[in-house]
C-alpha cells in the first residue's frame, strides 16, 4: 500500500510537549522495580522525553538520573517537571542522539527506555547501551510489541501514522534482537493497551491541561489524512494485534 510522507501523530504531540510509551505510570514502575532501582543507583533514561520516567525514579526511589533526549523541546518540558517534582538535584539532562550516547563506557548501573528503539536502528542503540552499563549493569526496556504477526499492509499503517521510522517486533523478535548485541535477557511480558489505558495514562503523566491539547492538535488539518473512516477503523483493527513489552537485560 503506497503511502506519501505526511505529518505524523508522534510529530503533533511533540510540538506540544507530550510523550506517548504504552504502559504509562504501571510500566515505569514494573521496570524500576524489575532492575532493581533504588538509592543512589545510576540510571540513564534513554529518550526521556517530557520527563516522567526521570522525575519518578529520582524523587520516588532516589535514584540518580541522567535523562537523555534528542529533542530540545521535550527537554525544556522535563527541565519543567523536574522542578515541579524538586528532582533538580537528582536528575541531569542531556541532549543527544542515542545511535551515539555521549558517556563512557561501564557509566551507568541501570538504563531505561520506553518506546525509543522501535524508532530507531534497534541493534545500534542497543550496542550503545550495552557499552555504557556496568558489568552486570541492567537494561530495562519497554516497546511497542505485536501480540501477534500482523500483514504488511497493517503494519505499514502502524508505521506510517508514528512517524515512518517506526519498527514494532513480536515478543520473541525484541528478545532477539537484545540477545543479539550481548545481552541476557531475564524477563519479558507482553501486554494489551486499551484506549481506556492511553486515556488514564495521559491524565496521569500529562495532566488534564495537556491532554486536551492533545486532543485539540490531533484536528491539525495536517492531520486530516487520518480522520477518515478507513484509516480510524484500521488504526483500531491495530489495537487487537498492538500492545506492549517489558524486557529486562543484563550484561
Not at 136 to 142: K, R, T
Not at 147 to 153: A, F, Q, R
Request: aromatic share 12%; net charge positive; charged share 25%.
Amino acid at each position: 500500500m503506497a503511502m506519501t510522507k505526511k505529518l505524523s501523530i508522534i510529530r503533533v504531540w511533540e510540538s506540544v510537549g507530550i510523550t506517548q510509551h504504552w504502559g504509562g505510570p504501571w510500566a515505569t514502575r514494573r521496570l524500576a522495580e524489575f532492575c532493581k532501582i533504588g538509592y543512589g543507583t545510576k540510571v540513564l533514561d534513554v529518550g526521556c522525553g517530557t520527563g516522567y520516567a526521570a522525575c519518578v525514579l529520582a524523587k520516588k526511589y532516589g535514584a540518580e538520573v541522567t535523562a537523555l533526549d534528542v529533542s530540545k523541546d521535550l527537554l525544556s518540558e522535563a527541565r519543567k517537571r523536574a522542578k515541579r517534582f524538586n528532582v533538580q538535584d537528582r536528575v541531569s539532562f542531556v541532549q543527544a542522539n542515542a545511535h551515539h550516547l555521549p558517556f563512557r563506557s561501564g557509566s551507568f548501573d541501570v538504563v531505561i527506555s520506553e518506546s525509543v528503539l522501535a524508532f530507531c536502528d534497534a541493534k545500534k542503540v542497543g550496542k550503545e547501551i550495552r557499552r555504557v552499563l556496568k558489568s552486570g549493569g541492567l537494561f530495562g526496556s519497554n516497546e511497542a510489541t505485536f501480540l501477534k504477526k500482523v500483514s504488511k499492509e497493517y503494519e505499514e499503517v502502524f508505521r506510517h501514522g508514528l512517524g515512518g521510522k517506526f519498527f514494532a517486533h513480536t515478543e520473541r523478535e525484541w528478545k532477539s534482537i537484545y540477545k543479539s548485541v550481548g545481552f541476557e535477557v531475564l524477563h519479558s511480558e507482553a501486554h494489551r493497551e486499551t484506549p481506556m489505558d492511553d486515556f488514564m495514562s495521559h491524565m496521569v503523566i500529562d495532566g488534564p491541561w495537556a491532554f486536551m491539547k492533545r486532543v485539540g492538535v490531533v484536528f491539525d488539518p495536517k492531520l486530516r489524512w487520518i480522520l477518515n473512516p478507513t484509516m480510524i477503523r484500521r488504526i483500531f483493527d491495530l489495537m487487537n494485534y498492538a500492545g506492549y513489552g517489558l524486557y529486562i537485560c543484563k550484561k
